[in-house]
């Protein structure tokens, strides 16, 4: 008996091949008695007709998650763990569920909404991207990748297809770091950041609210302050693909429907703080003064020397911040604080620039005859490549859904960065209006991100069957 199972079992499969190469010639019929056989979707939904995406539902779903915010429409404000976020969060799960998906959470509120695949025990392909938003920003940055993943399941069910390995959709807690100064908290974790673990237990916001307590206040940690149950071991997933607004102009400038990425620079924040001796704006007079604030003006000058000094185009550096305090008009600053940003595709050339910069706030204490306080490097991450198997993945999916694309590298770092960690990992970008972003004016259109959702889709099925 068993033997005559194996006979027609290889009977079928060498039938299965014979008329996947013929797929214009084959009898629905036969497929379908074929896939209950097996348990499989014998072709991928390769059809453009098959692959039905409700691109209006996806921007009204994107439009009512805007909703959520703590400033006024078109601006959003998402911070994590503030109520608004809560009740974001509570929004996406409700739509993981409508798409038929288990739903989870772990200690700092990832959440992942899974599709159990034929074969539940491999290793699942995964995707998503973030939905909490830096102050007085626009509504597509992660969202698209999140939404849009969600919509990518649905798309799946819709062709029919079933996967063999599971397909997760993630949303990843707080890549923005507005409040507690933090990137990629979430992903972070879950690739098994044990430094960051530890300083989770001690650090505060801006108005002195732990870490732990706001994520108490969230439904999160609720027992417990050791997170390392966050992390994932290595292999968890067999592939991440994140969706992503590329955040630049360079697709809407060339006309080009999707980007692949191929890589991921490498981001660093550095913290400065200056002391000087302050004192009256009109008494102290200019040979005697001791100024903390053109300190910090001068090192932001600095910064960008620094940075153009490379020679490179893929080195950038930013000052997104500098308070000085007591912070009156008539009073010479006494302390000054600075927050840098410098990132690069070449992690040799960035780690010069910091360098450079260090050297720099040394000689400013020297002939400003001010203290240099603090020089922190907050975070120092190496740059991420995106996986081969992966970007042929995206790469064929495209170019069967008759999309134009390019090769490109990410100059912003995103959840895929610490992703690549845990698995082999990829990123798709869509067009944006003017490339903005982190403003309200951001804008994706709804044929760019159905276009995007489609290749996602695409490239899930493909690896999904691997």
């Known amino acids: 008996m068993v033997l005559h199972y194996v006979v027609l079992l290889l009977s079928l499969c060498t039938f299965f091949s014979s008329i996947s190469s013929h ?38 779903q994107i439009d009512e998650l805007s909703g959520f915010s703590d400033s006024p429409a078109p601006s959003v404000t998402r911070v994590l763990y503030t109520q608004k976020d809560v009740l974001a969060r509570r929004y996406v799960k409700n739509l993981m569920g409508i798409a038929g998906l288990s739903v989870r959470e772990d200690a700092v509120g990832n959440i992942f909404g899974r599709w159990d695949g034929n074969e539940p025990e491999l290793a ?45 959709v993630i949303l990843f807690t707080s890549e923005e770091p507005t409040r507690f100064g933090i990137s990629c908290l979430g992903s972070r974790l879950l690739a098994g950041g044990e430094t960051l673990a530890n300083t989770l237990k001690t650090i505060t916001d801006g108005q ?24 994932l071991k290595k292999g968890t997933y067999s592939a ?73 185009i893929d080195t950038v550096g930013t000052v997104g911040i500098l308070e000085l305090h007591p912070g009156a008009i008539n009073s010479i600053p006494s302390k000054s604080h600075i927050e840098i940003d410098t990132r690069d595709i070449d992690e040799e050339r960035r780690n010069q620039v910091i360098e450079k910069i260090h050297q720099t706030a040394i000689r400013i204490t020297k002939t400003r005859g001010v203290k240099l306080s603090e020089f922190h490097i907050i975070n120092q991450d190496p740059p991420a490549l995106s996986d081969e198997a992966v970007i042929n993945a995206m790469e064929t999916a495209t170019k069967e859904l008759n999309l134009t694309s390019k090769l490109m590298i990410s100059r912003a770092y995103h ?35 159905s276009n995007g959702v489609k290749v996602l889709a695409l490239t899930l099925a493909k690896l999904s069957l691997q």
């Open 415 to 449: 959840d895929s960065l610490f992703m690549a960690r845990v698995s082999p990992m990829g990123m798709i970008f869509i067009p944006c209006y003017k490339g903005y972003s982190h403003k309200p004016e951001e804008f994706a259109s709804i044929k760019d991100m």
């Open 124 to 168: 699942a392909v995964a995707t998503g991207s973030h939905i909490d938003a830096i102050p007085y920003s626009g509504k597509y940055d992660g969202v698209v990748g999140v939404l849009g993943a969600i919509e990518a399941i649905n798309v799946l069910k819709r062709a029919g297809f079933k996967p063999r390995r599971p397909l997760e």
């Open 23 to 60: 797929q214009h010639e084959h009898d629905p019929s036969i497929i379908s008695t074929i896939e209950q056989f097996s348990g499989y979707s014998i072709h991928e939904p390769t059809s453009i007709s098959s692959l039905s995406v409700d691109a209006q539902g996806l921007q009204n």
């Open 240 to 312: 991440f693909i994140e969706l992503h607004i590329e955040q630049g102009p360079i697709l809407e400038d060339e006309g080009i429907s999707i980007g692949i990425v191929t890589a991921i620079a490498a981001p660093a924040s550095l913290r400065v703080e200056f002391e000087g001796n302050g004192g009256h704006a009109g008494a102290v007079l200019m040979p005697n003064r001791n100024d903390a604030g053109l300190a910090a003006a001068e090192l932001a000058l600095a910064v960008e020397k620094h940075v153009l000094e490379s020679g490179s």
């Open 208 to 231: 002195n609210i732990s870490f732990l307590d706001a994520a108490r206040f969230a439904g999160y940690a609720k027992d417990e302050d050791d997170l390392s149950s966050v992390f």
